[in-house]
């Protein structure tokens, strides 16, 4: 989910499929060393597979045989964006209601999910 800023912000949540659980979050830009930070998160859950989009950078990172690149799979996770934009009033898409720090979105986010 992308955040609009002078300089855009995302999270990257990671949601079991199953029970609908976010497992854990990273907050920062879209690229290969905030991603590194969200597996390292996350390292103690066995993953059979991860459910993404088309960002090139997956490729990079997540070994192949457990890689499905898929819009048809990221339902779950397009569902969870939506609702934390319609409750986080902050997370609203183009709106003059937010912040400009990581620590501020990343306590925010926090507190939505837990």
Known sequence: MVLYTKKKIWIWPAIDRNTKEILGYTVGSRGKKILKMLLKNIKHISCVRYATDKWKIYKEVIPREKLVQSKKETTQIESKNSQIRHYITRFHRRT???????SIYSQKFYTFIF
């Open 96 to 102: 003059y209601l937010r912040s400009y720090s990581y």
